[in-house]
RNA sequence: GGCGGCGUAGCUCAGUUGGUCAGAGCAUGCGGCUCAUAUCCGCAGUGUCGUAGGUUCGACUCCUACCGCCGCCA
């Protein structure tokens, strides 16, 4: 159906490392990169992630480590890329605002808006939080002038500076949100960005002059400012795609699927729709906003203190322990406590006893009454196999039309819930059917033929169905069942052949016995 | 101050339009199997469905108030 889509994660400011929370976003994304990929027409893909690398607090970051703010972008920006690539994040372009292609294009539309009579110039005064770099109105502060968010004294200001319109779109805005269902989803984001058209919106200040800040892209119009760091950002969701010309953009755009968390819901439900309104452009298709991940109750952050590495648990359990966890554990959309004790739960109980443990137990039976070989046809058993296989081989037949059905949604948790179900099937299976006990007697090799391979045809079909989720485990499955990647996707019955040689088994996930870190 | 939302078994949560809706998974206990990573299968629970009222033949599911937690806007 959609021939085209594309995918963004936010573009990861680069002051710091990733933590957890990044990688959250990033294998939300890719997860549903992936299943789209699968899709017909799914291999026109692409998919946007990358580093924010301007503005004031990167450049002070750098400093803090005497690095001049490109040294210091590069450093981040590597880490965050090298930490995706190791989580297998399948992104198409790996955006840096810094690069120049990026920045030829954010100043083509800052000329354009500025043409086109949407960014105006005035003298501005007021109270500024260096840490949002954003100017407050008195109401908004707490008692003494301090920022709500850092609960740091504001500076007063007085500049002057370029503004895009923002109160000219709102009721465009408005009147898309409202005529679009799913345009903000979950449904929850969308009525709390509806409310932000209630009041006329005050115009954004797009720019810093650059005798207080330098580091950013240069107005076209005027050499003496760079534009604001956020005004700069949106466009990497763009800049580097293959084609920018306004034909191929007015085709990517409706095409476009944001990934943000949502304490960016208003920059992107307000200001980045009528950014491209006033160039022009048609708005992305679909914001879809996700929570918080918090650690002990409160939100990851690098002040609290509790921020987690992802990559330090992708090391020692693997990404795809990580990629299973974060989609597993928490409903997208809503906030979710992470502990390193639950993720050695969900990999004792689901990874270690019911996948892996699956998977050994049908290789090893295989091996051993077969030496690996595919006795049968799946799915077309002739003989009696207990009560298990009926209620199993629909739970397979059923289960790609599930998954597609529930990422969809964006419900990757439900998702994986499902493919479990079919792995509790199996194991149901097999206790129903016994291939163990009757392997002793020679006259029913026939009938455990029969049983092995719907379970080797079953895991291949689970095996296939998890390569949006967990890629690395995917591929180590299919290579156990030793098939190509045709016959991976094939339906169910229609993969494995007669005659066809599986691997013995490997442990996939062996168990964790500490019992806490 | 205005407007969301949330509060269901020890834990994490499902519960569509009110009438097997009181559930799942994990953890716990007991029993069974042995192909498998001491894995798997079966059985057993516990719950005043935040509190107090109301509507109804009947409410976890609707209404009101309150308590607690959180979010957004101001």
């Not at 990647?485 to 016995?513: D, M, N, S």
Request: with cysteine.
């Amino acid at each position: 159906m959609a021939d085209r889509i594309h995918i963004t994660t936010a573009i990861h400011y680069s002051n710091g490392p990733p933590h957890l929370g990044h990688a959250y976003e990033d294998i939300a994304a890719d997860a549903y990169a992936r299943h789209l990929r699968r899709k017909p027409g799914g291999s026109k893909l692409t998919f946007v992630t990358g580093t924010d690398e301007h503005g004031q607090k990167n450049r002070d970051a750098a400093a803090k480590e005497n690095l001049d703010p490109k040294a210091f972008a590069d450093k981040i920006s590597a880490i965050f890329r090298t930490a995706f690539d190791r989580l297998e994040i399948s992104y198409t372009n790996f955006v840096r605002t810094t690069d120049p292609a990026h920045e030829a294009f954010v100043q083509k539309m800052l000329a354009r808006t500025f043409e086109r009579g949407d960014i105006y110039f005035r003298d501005y005064e007021g109270l500024y939080c260096v840490g949002c770099e954003r100017f407050y109105t008195d109401k908004e502060l707490l008692p003494g002038n301090i920022c709500p968010e850092h609960n740091q004294p504001v500076e007063f200001l007085k500049e002057s500076n370029y503004f895009l319109k923002l109160e000219k779109y709102r009721a465009a805005i408005r009147a898309h949100l409202e005529s679009t269902p799913g345009f903000i989803r979950p449904e929850r984001y969308r009525n709390e960005a509806l409310r932000m058209f209630d009041e006329p919106l005050a115009d954004l200040c797009i720019s810093r002059p650059k005798a207080r800040l330098d580091w950013g892209i240069e107005l076209p119009f005027d050499d003496k400012f760079v534009t604001y760091v956020w005004y700069d950002a949106f466009w990497a969701y763009l800049s580097e795609l293959p084609d920018t010309s306004d034909a191929a953009l007015a085709e990517v755009l409706p095409a476009t699927e944001h990934f943000i968390g949502k304490d960016i819901l208003k920059t992107h439900a307000v200001y980045w729709p009528a950014m491209l309104m006033a160039v022009g452009l048609p708005l992305y298709r679909r914001l879809n906003v996700h929570g918080y991940l918090t650690t002990g109750g409160s939100r990851m952050s690098k002040s609290s203190g509790n921020v987690v590495d992802p990559m330090e648990l992708a090391e020692h359990l693997g990404p795809d322990v990580l990629r299973y966890f974060v989609l597993r554990e928490f409903g997208y959309g809503l906030d979710g406590d992470f502990s390193e004790a639950r993720v050695i739960e969900r990999y004792n109980a689901d990874l270690a006893n019911d996948l892996g443990n699956l998977t050994s137990r049908v290789l090893a039976m295989t091996a051993r009454y077969f030496n690996g070989e595919i006795q049968a046809q799946p799915g077309t058993h002739q003989s009696e196999h207990g009560p298990g296989v009926d209620y199993y081989c629909q739970q397979v037949r059923a289960l790609s039309d599930r998954i597609e059905q529930l990422i969809d949604a964006l419900e990757f948790n439900r998702a994986l819930e499902a493919i479990w179900q079919v792995l509790d099937a199996a194991n149901k299976y097999i206790v129903a059917a016994a291939p163990f006990t009757l392997a002793k007697d020679p006259a029913n090799l026939p009938r455990v033929g029969e049983i092995l391979v719907n379970l080797c045809e079953g895991l291949r079909v689970i095996a296939d169905s998890l390569e949006a989720f967990m890629p690395a485990t995917s591929r180590k499955i299919l290579d156990l069942l030793n098939v190509d990647q045709t016959t991976a996707h094939a339906p169910f019955g229609e993969g494995l052949k007669r005659g066809h040689r599986v691997k013995p088994p490997v442990p996939l996930f062996p168990r964790i016995e500490k019992p806490n870190a």
